[in-house]
């Protein structure tokens, strides 16, 4: 138990705490993913076909979309444990709704609402980098982050394993529970730590987040920098399974599932980014992870006819990623550790915004241009984080991060206001 207490002796986070949190994470954004492969037997049981069953889809992205906005500013206003607590008990009462579902609208509307509190994952995430020490928030924030893509990554894969033990509700029944006991151990575990209390309202706290876009130039970057990230990370999982289903590979479902596992590979080297920040490199690692962006997707092209090219582009992508998300949240959560859940939630949205219109991009861009297309289509996002990665590093002082003189002194006199 005292393994779990929140900070080493020198200061740091513990180890088991640390461990928690990232498999908390995992777990929470994984539930917005485990429906997807499910879709058409879900569809046959409640008599509502895939394609209303695909409603599930949109309801989970629009009920993400909506806690990124809503619930995850939270965390600079309330009790964050609290807040973390509850956001993944909530979880887990409509994953038992979902695992009930009689019929396809209860399980439109149980899907959407635990998308809304699945964003606990984000309240984690900052709440670990406010909890760390300066010198390792790198690899802290890189460890929580490799929890969340890997749940992300494996979810399909552990989703189809499930359903085939006991039908589709034993992937929801399974996560609830999960999701229950991750809510009594951070209760347990999580340490106290508050916001700002009672000095902003609600209201004012919506207004902040947004106005964090106006007064930090550098989360500008960071969010058009990440969006482009995401948009071409959603193009390649999104397009893939349309090329593996096809001629040459003419692979099974469950085959496809088992192919987020090359993705979790590079999800794994995020610590190796977050250490890299932690000694001073942290430009110098998005600097190459725009490059490994862009480097990807001659890869990913040559795999249409090459299983061993396809691997290394897909890996090579899904680390370049990495690098590119991680580097950016470590820039960012050293600018207002007052205000890092706002923060998370501006960049977050941005990037679900990116990540959304990709897969919907791949899948037009597909049906009329097949895998060249969607490769061009990767690249020229992926170019695009680099671009704007260049352009930051001339606008921003190199030195100290931030805005060029002029501009930083706006930038402190608008924010008295706030």
């Given at each position: ?12 986070l ?40 695909a ?11 909506l ?5 995850v ?16 008990a ?28 699945s ?86 706290l919506l ?117 590119v ?16 859940n ?68 706006l930038v402190?006199?608008?924010t008295?206001?706030?």
């Open positions: 138990m005292t393994a779990m207490r929140s900070h080493n002796t020198d200061g740091g513990s180890r088991g705490l640390l461990l928690l949190m990232s498999v908390a994470t995992g777990l929470a954004v994984a539930g917005n993913y485990f429906a997807q492969p499910l879709l058409d037997l879900i569809g046959r049981e409640l008599g509502i076909g895939s394609s209303r069953a409603l599930l889809v949109t309801a989970a992205q629009i009920g993400y979309a806690g990124l906005v809503l619930l500013p939270l965390g600079d206003l309330v009790e964050r444990r609290r807040l973390a607590m509850s956001l993944y909530a979880t887990a009462v409509f994953l038992l709704v979902s695992a009930t579902a009689p019929n396809g609208m209860v399980l439109l509307v149980s899907t959407a609402l635990t998308a809304l509190t964003v606990g994952a984000q309240v984690v995430v900052p709440f670990a980098a406010t909890l760390a020490a300066p010198a390792e928030r790198g690899r802290v924030v890189g460890t929580v982050m490799t929890g969340l893509m890997l749940g992300l990554l494996l979810a399909r894969t552990a989703s189809g394993a499930l359903s085939e033990l006991g039908g589709w509700r034993t992937v929801y029944w399974v996560t609830a529970v999960l999701m229950a006991l991750m809510a009594v151990l951070l209760r347990a575990f999580l340490p106290r730590l508050g916001g700002d209390g009672g000095r902003r309202s609600y209201a004012g207004r902040s987040t947004a106005a964090m876009f106006r007064y930090e130039p550098l989360l500008r970057w960071r969010a058009g920098i990440g969006a482009l990230s995401l948009a071409s990370f959603s193009v390649l999982w999104t397009a893939l399974t349309f090329l593996l289903a096809g001629s040459p590979y003419d692979w099974s479902e469950s085959a496809i599932g088992l192919f987020g596992l090359a993705g979790a590979v590079g999800a794994l080297t995020a610590t190796v980014a977050g250490r890299l920040a932690d000694r001073g490199y942290v430009q110098i690692v998005s600097g190459a992870g725009t490059v490994l962006l862009v480097a990807s997707w001659p890869a990913l092209a040559a795999g249409a006819h090459s299983l061993v090219l396809l691997l290394v582009g897909v890996i090579v992508l899904d680390l370049a990623h990495q690098a998300l991680n580097s950016s949240q470590n820039v960012l959560y050293a600018l207002r550790p007052e205000a890092r706002r923060i998370n939630s501006a960049f977050m949205t941005s990037l679900f915004v990116g990540g959304a219109v990709g897969s919907a991009l791949a899948s037009a861009v597909w049906a009329n241009s097949g895998w060249t297309g969607v490769c061009v289509l990767g690249a020229t996002l992926s170019a695009g984080t680099l671009v704007l990665w260049i352009l930051e590093r001339v606008t921003v002082d190199r030195a100290t991060g931030k805005p060029p003189k002029v501009v930083g002194d402190r006199t608008s008295k206001g706030e």
